[in-house]
């Protein structure tokens, strides 16, 4: 098989890859929210912008090429007191569907300000280690969705303190 | 105890802006007092609120004042006190506060080149003023232009240092909030500084709905359109090619800690808090509809028709722009494409954006093969910049007639050619460069108005930088440079992962992003030698083709002919010829941290010299319209009449 045939078979792959979006947010399951800095750092390398002037969190922002011309493609935020990964936040421009991570029976759905008068809703799935998967304002099946949060439930206070009512 | 505002706050005389002290772990205080300048300001704060600083679960409070002023120049203290917990605690601000007031009838048009960083001025040069006529001509040779760019023959010139308060790489939203109020911030912000409720949406990035209130109760710093408007009865406008909720725009109408609030900024433009209630602008130019619109709203709102019953008029094309006349009381509001869409389902904050179609679109041109195929998406007739432009200053300036006879009120007015950063960030250089043209026309049609009146500041400068270069010249056959079919998709995999990237057939021309110069052109010609990159600029002066000592009719390949009807260069050859292209290289497709620079023409403009930090254009605007300009603008004129001219101005 020549070179430019087998770069134009991986090509084809990539391409397909980057077509489906069924999979889209399933690299947030990997992440234990109990990383450190450094284990952060060997699987995304170093981040594009800091923000270290909360007292008590740090987060990090990473883009992903030009799409994330508002918005960066990944915020990760950790503790300081132990300096780990507390939150995981995806962003998706375009929206697109993430009902592969929400199966049926797997999740519940919160409103906001309340279920009775809901303006804002939020698909919860609970994960091993404490770890809860929100996919934000996209309560229904079906929806496309512009953020995935991965988030410790131990932040889930203050964080998102509707939630946690 | 902290204020919440920047440690170097600096305020025009009657500049409003909120005055927030946030009391860290505490849930009473007493003896709460504020000084400025010795004076007991603490009546005019409210009560003590708790607020969920820092996101760390304790007990905290806020006290506010808002749209406050002071009202004497020079350095004023700012001081508050209290005791929490048996203990006394305190803060202060110094702010400067600059002396302000009108003692001249005098108008400001401000052109903002997103991401209008020198190489893309430049580009705009080689490819606009670089042109080829009927007979051969280069309109660029031996290294001048026959006519520079219209921004080139401003005479006065600087560097603009553009860093927000939290990055070295700025972004749209705190650059304008640099030049708008006169105040750095942080990245998103408009108008606003950062609070200890950040941490509820921008350090986990849930901004949406249901933390809006913590995005919307940041400090505010009003901006130079409000103030004027506000203390001296200006007229102000925004032009954009953009979705006019957009970054740039939204900083002279509005107030958010974060730019994609754009519903609230839109509400913003009818409803100003700043002006009582009153609408931020008379002239409103761009796309963007769905921001305005009750199918997109949450709050189901019509802004459009709201607009319409305080007497603006609304078009949505081009050939409607062209009829409209300014009349009494009327104001204009042009909104020229749309997307229809819902707000996104994850922050319910804004519509998707609907920016206006590009200059190389608008124009027809045939995108080369890096490059999307434009989708105006049933919006097939919108203005140029450049009529925009001229519609804007009709209605601001003297068309308006009142009772009174002609409107004598000045007015302020931002242009913005936005997709120069939009293209930018996908590294589609045709789309980029041509928006630069297209601006450089906008401000050759308010350099005409200005000429003869002597009343108008001219201010052309970029946000931020881009990462688009200056890399030589190329000649890709059209067959290559057009076909869309040709390209090559690579893929990297490390132990960061898999990393992929297109290789086009125009690449030759237009470097893609973070790539090597990649030559990809099939033709012999150009893989090496003297024909190959970059930047052959040879001398082959004959009396046969006594102009083919430039770049661009080297070999036979000539530069870009202009349309004699619409008067832009156009970016294909003829039959039988190969063009010979300017070739660009973008190292990224994001913004940069280099100054950007800045030129400006009429009173006052010497002020724009040297480098200077963004925020003090804000403020050197300002001394521009306090008149007091008579010894400098005297200066420039000397200096233009008794010392040689640049080739070309």
């Known amino acids: 098989m020549t070179f430019i045939v087998r770069m134009g078979l991986i090509g084809l792959l990539l391409w397909v890859q980057s077509q489906d979006t069924s999979k889209a947010g399933t690299e947030l399951l990997a992440f234990d929210l109990n990383e450190m800095p450094a284990d952060v750092i060997s699987r995304f390398g170093r981040p594009d912008t800091v923000d270290d002037s909360l007292p008590n969190y740090r987060s990090w922002f990473f883009k992903r090429g030009a799409q994330d011309e508002h918005d960066f493609g990944y915020i990760l935020c950790f503790r300081r007191s132990d300096d780990k990964l507390v939150s995981v936040t995806r962003n998706f421009e375009p929206e697109v569907l993430v009902d592969h991570l929400f199966p049926e029976g797997s999740f519940s759905v919160r409103y906001w300000p309340s279920d009775q008068n809901p303006q804002f809703g939020v698909r919860i799935r609970a994960l091993s280690r404490g770890r809860l998967l929100l996919a934000m304002g996209c309560d229904k099946e079906g929806m496309p969705c512009g953020q995935l949060v991965l988030v410790h439930s131990s932040v889930v206070p203050v964080f998102f303190p509707w939630l946690d009512r | 105890m902290r204020f919440a505002l920047p440690e170097r706050t600096r305020l ?3 500049q409003l802006v909120d005055l927030v002290v946030e009391i860290r772990n505490a849930s009473a205080i007493s003896g709460f007092k504020v000084t400025l300048g010795g004076a007991d300001i603490t009546a005019r704060f409210g009560f003590p ?4 600083l820092d996101c760390d679960g304790g007990s905290h409070l806020v006290v506010r004042a808002n749209l406050q002023s002071i009202d004497s120049p020079g350095s004023v203290v700012l001081q508050a006190e209290a005791t929490a917990g048996g203990a006394r605690i305190s803060d202060s601000r110094t702010i400067e506060v600059r002396p302000f007031n009108i003692s001249a009838r005098r108008n400001v048009i401000l052109f903002i080149g997103d991401a209008m960083g020198t190489a893309y001025r430049d580009a705009a040069r080689l490819v606009a003023k670089a042109t080829v006529d009927s007979s051969g001509k280069n309109s660029f040779r031996q290294g001048f232009f026959d006519e520079l760019l219209e921004m080139d023959k401003m005479p006065v010139s600087g560097h603009v240092m553009t860093y927000g308060s939290d990055s070295v790489i700025p972004d749209s939203a705190n650059t304008g909030t640099a030049w708008a109020s006169g105040n750095k911030s942080y990245l998103n912000a408009v108008n606003s ?18 933390t809006l209130p913590y995005i ?17 009865g200006y007229r102000t406008g925004i032009v954009t090619t953009a979705d006019v909720t957009d970054a740039t725009p939204a900083v002279e109408g509005s107030y958010s800690g974060y730019r994609q609030t754009r519903f609230e900024i839109a509400r913003q433009y009818i409803e100003n808090p700043l002006l009582g209630g009153q609408p931020a602008f008379d002239v409103i130019m761009g796309g963007g509809i769905d921001q305005f619109f009750p199918a997109a709203r949450p709050d189901g709102r019509n802004l459009i028709a709201e607009f319409q019953a305080l007497g603006f008029q609304y078009v949505t094309n081009a050939t409607d722009l062209e009829k409209v006349r300014p009349a009494t009381g009327v104001n204009l509001l ?4 749309g997307n229809a869409k819902p707000a996104s389902n994850s922050a319910r904050l804004a519509a998707a954006d609907s920016n206006m179609d590009v200059a190389y679109d608008k124009l027809l041109l045939a995108r080369p093969a890096s490059e999307p195929l434009p989708d105006f998406g049933g919006f097939t007739d919108q203005p140029m910049l450049d009529r925009m432009t001229a519609k804007a200053i009709e209605f601001l300036s003297g068309g308006i007639t009142t009772p009174f006879g002609s409107s004598s009120a000045p007015f302020i007015l931002m242009v ?3 997709s120069i950063d939009k293209q930018s960030h996908p590294n589609n250089a045709s789309g980029t460069i041509w928006d630069t043209i297209e601006l450089d026309r906008a401000v050759g049609v308010a350099r005409a108005w200005a000429a003869s009146r002597g009343d108008t500041l001219i201010v052309v400068t970029a946000d931020h930088d881009q990462s688009m270069s200056i890399i030589g010249v190329s000649n890709v056959p059209d067959t290559e440079y057009f076909d869309h079919g040709r390209k090559q998709d690579f893929s990297l995999t490390s132990a960061r992962g898999e990393q992929g990237f297109t290789v086009f057939g125009d690449s030759y021309a237009n470097t893609r992003a973070s790539l090597p110069f990649i030559n990809s052109s099939d033709s012999t010609a150009n893989r090496s030698g003297v024909n190959g990159m970059p930047a052959s600029f040879p001398s082959t002066v004959t009396p046969a083709d006594p102009y083919s000592d430039t770049y661009s009719t080297y070999f036979g390949t000539p530069g870009y002919p202009k349309d004699t009807k619409s008067g832009y260069p156009v970016n294909s050859a003829q039959p039988g010829q190969m063009l010979r292209r300017l070739a660009v290289g973008f190292r990224t497709g994001d913004h940069t941290g280099s100054s950007v620079p800045v030129t400006a023409e ?28 008579a010894d400098g603008d005297k200066l420039i004129n000397d200096i233009l009449k008794r010392y040689p001219a640049t080739v070309g101005k």
């Open chain 2, 12 to 14: 025009l005389q009657g």
């Open chain 2, 49 to 52: 609120q708790p607020a969920p």
């Open chain 2, 416 to 418: 913005e050619g936005a």
């Open chain 2, 602 to 629: 009429g009173p006052g403009a010497f002020l724009f010299t040297g480098y200077m930090d963004q925020t003090d254009l804000f403020f050197k605007m300002a001394i521009a319209l306090n008149g007091n300009t």
């Open chain 2, 193 to 210: 500084f950062a609070d200890g409720t950040d941490c509820r949406w921008r350090f986990n990035g849930a901004a949406n709905a249901t």
């Open chain 2, 216 to 232: 919307l109760d940041n400090p505010r710093v009003e901006n130079l359109w409000q103030y004027l408007k506000r203390r001296f």
């Open chain 2, 334 to 337: 042009g909104l020229f494409k």
